[in-house]
């Protein structure tokens, strides 16, 4: 199972319509440095918008030269709304080198969108496919046309959880019928507005989905989708995605992203120590000496965190600390 990260797109509607150059070039450096090996970036409502009145801070072609350096490290694409469609950007999207472009429309709309599909296609993109409120038809039905969809070419199908309401069991039986329909991967997109987004990346993957889609720190449209740290803590608990560097991945946003992100007013709803903590059992009251003694030692207090915790969660020592504290460091040297 892959992480695939939406940030530069779902995420940019917390600025507006868009990220700007330097965090899309942040963001895009960020994630193929610890290993996220799939991404969406572009404008918020995707390739094309800017010309219907949905301009952000980067055009599109902007955007095609930003993400040039990074091509050869990750599967990146942008979005096309299939309402929004137009050949002459397909073929822009191609001749600039994108992996793929991920075709969205509401489930039970397919049909209306088989040229928009085939003309992807057509100029060597993968065509990966939004089943947008894919609650709107009954698993039985999503199954259907996702055969459907396999059929006109599709490469890979997203089940999308547009408004958040979906249920863990409602996800797991999505999943797991859309999967017997189809031989291609299957990716489930989960929203926040229930809280449930980390239940149902549970249920997603236990139910065998090939790609979790999701945030940095959680930034989406509305109430925000699942955070890509979390969902590379839940996957590697289950063991999954290991390619992705978590440890390095915490480090790029406590140094860069958050940073970042706070001149703008976006605070993240978890931070990585949080999540440690979260993935560790250790409690927080431990935090003081175990900060202390990472900076003693020189090494990240997240690791130190997660390795004295394997061996004593429920009150570990100042001394187990230490001797934690020393193996890293000799492995590090």
């Not at 409690?283 to 207090?301: L, Q, W």
């Amino acid at each position: 199972m892959k992480i695939m990260d939406c940030t530069m797109r779902d995420g940019a509607n917390v600025l507006g319509n868009g990220f700007p150059e330097d965090l899309t070039v942040m963001m895009l450096k960020g994630l193929t440095e610890n290993g996220v090996s799939v991404i969406e970036f572009g404008n918020a409502k995707g390739l094309g918008a800017e010309d219907l009145g949905f301009a952000g801070p980067v055009s599109d072609r902007r955007y095609f030269e930003l993400a040039q350096p990074y091509l050869d490290k990750a599967e990146i694409g942008m979005f096309l709304n299939a309402k929004r469609y137009k050949e002459e950007n397909v073929k822009a999207a191609a001749e600039s080198g994108l992996c793929f472009l991920r075709v969205g429309a509401d489930a039970g709309d397919a049909e209306k969108y088989i040229d928009v599909i085939r003309t992807v296609k057509k100029y060597g993109l993968k065509c990966r496919y939004s089943l947008m409120k894919a609650y709107l038809l009954t698993p039985e039905e999503l199954a259907e046309e996702g055969k459907k969809l396999e059929e006109y070419g599709v490469d890979e199908m997203t089940i999308m959880d547009s408004a958040g309401c979906m249920l863990p069991d409602e996800v797991k039986e999505y999943v797991t019928e859309l999967k017997k329909a189809v031989t291609i991967p299957v990716g489930f997109h989960c929203h926040n507005n229930l809280g449930m987004s980390a239940a149902n990346a549970l249920a997603a993957i236990e139910a065998g989905t090939d790609l979790l889609d999701c945030g940095l720190l959680g930034m989406a449209r509305s109430a925000g989708n699942l955070a890509t740290e979390v969902a590379t803590a839940l996957a590697q608990k289950k063991g999954e995605a290991r390619e992705v560097d978590f440890y390095g991945l915490l480090n790029f946003l406590e140094s860069e992203l958050i940073p970042a992100m706070k001149t703008h007013g976006y605070e993240p709803p978890i931070t990585p120590i949080e999540l440690i903590l979260g993935c560790s059992g250790a409690h927080s009251s431990f935090m003081k000496t175990f900060k202390a003694i990472a900076n003693e030692y020189g090494i990240d207090v997240k690791r130190l965190i997660m390795e004295t915790s394997k061996v004593d969660r429920k009150s570990p020592s100042e001394e187990l600390m230490r001797k934690t504290a020393e193996k890293i460091k000799e492995a590090v040297a």
